[in-house]
């Protein structure tokens, strides 16, 4: 063999190796991208079962400064003005049969009176308006309470995402750190010819997707949250029958109609009575005779007047609180009904979540057994694993999105139900609680099976 074809035998040799190196050093940060990746999505998603994660999300406080609490003191003052009010009356005035006429100024007579009005515009009138007012301003506390319930769960609604787009971002982050390192090393192969224009568009188009949902999660008006606190809150559910049940006894529901009923019966029952537009006014009443014709005198004594009717009116009273009883039912069917309505709404988008979960869950059961293998040490296809990983990320990014519907969803329950949250009515999936699957005493038979083979 000569010099010169030894030479370039060496030479062919030489590139080879270095090519091998490269290779190999390719690989290994590959494998490192990939490992890094997958442990630190794997420590995120980690399931928290505390009610109080769950808590925190279905009952966060909005800033709504809404009140009608100055509606309220302005009916109880009112109350308060006409409760005061017993309808007495000090009267005092000049009267002259013909002042313009008159020869002496002083012509005319003075008087002083002291009234009790005891019906029209009076005592008992007074005391049903106080009445009436009290009972107006207890329904408006009340209905500012459901209101302000309203506006907390609808504002709730908004807020909800809060509470996930932190996790969000940061599974976009690992992802796009992964396929920047993937698209570095498919960018090269590409433009050496080693590899096609279709593999890398798939690195790029998932490095151009991952930046757009980092600049929406970055613009919209979540609260930064330390990476380190984040949590993975569970599948959840609703208790639908103890809803309902607690719809029923609701008891600002039924303090609003049991006040609305009072205020009926008072109301018809001053309508239809004879102290509508009757009138009995005492009073002393004591004049003074300036002109000195000696007619001076004190008057003691009452007026009264009754509205005559002919015929005799209908009794409003039951059928109006009859009426009134139907709306309320009607009312109380709506309620039930929307809740029911939001109810299957919940459970279409948990079925959707239930779905995503067991991919999530195939997903890292494809990367376990790939830790499995590389531990045994068998050989394994760096693209392969990369593609699963990837599958992996995807799979809890769009499990988080999942999760975000499924609490909004929960949280119109209690908006459309008129139910202050409690965690009783919680029900936390139990597929929460499902451990990945082991047969139990035949690991070490699945481990070393290849070596006994």
């Not at 039912?329 to 779905?355: C, D, F, G, P």
């Not at 990983?389 to 329950?413: G, H």
Request: glycine content about 4%; aromatic content about 10%.
């Amino acid at each position: 063999m000569s010099h010169c074809l030894r030479y370039y035998i060496f030479v062919i040799v030489l590139i080879t190796h270095s090519f091998n190196i490269k290779a190999a050093s390719i690989d290994e940060i590959l494998w490192e991208n990939a490992q890094n990746t997958y442990q630190s999505t794997k420590k995120k998603l980690q399931d928290n079962y505390q009610i109080s994660d769950v808590s925190q999300i279905l009952s966060s406080k909005c800033n709504i400064d809404w009140t009608n609490r100055y509606e309220v003191a302005a009916l109880e003052a009112q109350a308060s003005a006409l409760d005061n009010t017993y309808g007495l009356e000090f009267r005092a005035g000049y009267t002259s049969q013909n002042i313009e006429h008159s020869i002496n100024d002083d012509d005319g007579s003075t008087y002083m009176e002291l009234s009790w009005d005891v019906l029209r515009n009076g005592l008992r009138e007074n005391q049903y308006k106080a009445t009436d007012l009290k009972r107006q301003a207890a329904i408006q506390t009340l209905s500012g309470k459901v209101k302000k319930q309203t506006l907390d769960y609808q504002c709730r609604r908004y807020r909800i995402g809060t509470h996930f787009e932190g996790m969000e971002a940061y599974l976009n982050l690992l992802k796009l750190e992964f396929m920047e390192a993937i698209y570095q090393v498919e960018n090269k192969a590409y433009f050496s010819g080693e590899s096609y224009l279709d593999e890398l568009l798939i690195s790029e188009e998932d490095i151009i997707l991952a930046r757009q949902n980092l600049e929406r999660l970055h613009n919209s008006p979540f609260e930064y949250k330390n990476p380190d606190t984040l949590v993975n809150p569970p599948v959840i559910n609703v208790d639908l029958n103890a809803l309902m049940k607690a719809i029923e006894d609701n008891k600002e529901y039924l303090q609003i109609r049991q006040l609305k009923s009072l205020q009926l019966q008072d109301e018809s029952q001053y309508n239809e009575s004879f102290l509508n537009g009757s009138r009995f006014r005492l009073f002393v009443r004591k004049e003074y005779d300036i002109a000195r014709t000696g007619q001076d005198e004190l008057v003691a004594g009452m007026r009264f007047q009754i509205p005559i009717v002919f015929g005799r009116s209908g009794n409003q009273t039951e059928s109006k609180l009859n009426q009134l009883e139907n709306d309320l039912n009607h009312e109380l069917w709506e309620i039930k009904v929307r809740t029911q309505a939001a109810y299957q709404s919940l459970q279409e988008q948990l079925e959707r979540t239930t779905k995503q979960q067991y991919r999530l869950m195939r997903a890292n059961e494809k990367m376990r057994r790939i830790e499995s293998y590389l531990a045994m040490k068998k050989p394994l296809d760096i693209a392969a694993v990369n593609v699963r990983l990837r599958n992996y990320i995807d799979s809890a990014i769009e499990l988080i999105q999942a999760k975000e519907e499924l609490y909004r969803r929960v949280n119109e329950m209690f908006l459309v139900s008129r139910i202050s949250y409690n965690p009783r009515f919680i029900k936390i999936n139990t597929l929460n609680e499902t451990t990945y699957r082991a047969r139990s005493g035949e690991r070490s038979a699945y481990l070393w099976s290849d070596d006994f083979n």
